[in-house]
């Protein structure tokens, strides 16, 4: 059964830094490229970050420059540091499969607050 498990998500001030983790299981994690999603307040979901299976990375406009997702393999886990965080990247934050439509998990909050 295809499972993903996020966490690290908190309360942090404006400029500040969190780094979330998304834990994968029931697949053959290496062979898929991942994505980081996130859904505010009123809003869809949206795609943020994704790496591909040979690592490639693509950034949304709107965090190029300040998020960095990479993978572990060996753990099955993709991490998303955050840094510089503004008050609208207030989200619950998710992970799954680019190419797949997979469900979602329960997602970690992330709160940029003053």
């Known amino acids: 059964q295809v499972q993903f498990v996020e966490s690290g998500g908190g309360l942090v001030q404006p400029g500040g830094s969190l780094t979330i983790t998304c834990a994968a299981s029931?697949?053959?994690?290496?062979?898929?490229?991942m994505g980081w999603y996130r859904q505010a307040p009123g809003k869809e979901r949206e795609l943020v970050a994704s790496?591909?299976?040979?690592?490639?990375?693509t950034y949304v406009d709107f965090v190029k420059g300040r998020f960095t997702i990479s993978r572990d393999n060996a753990r099955n886990t993709v991490l998303l540091q955050m840094n510089s965080l503004k008050p609208e990247d207030t989200a619950v934050y998710f992970c799954?499969?680019?190419?797949?439509?997979?469900?979602w998990g329960q997602g970690t909050q992330v709160t940029v607050s003053s």
């Open positions: 029931g697949f053959t994690f290496s062979l898929f490229g």
């Open positions: 799954k499969r680019t190419s797949r439509n997979d469900s």
């Open positions: 790496i591909t299976a040979g690592s490639t990375t």
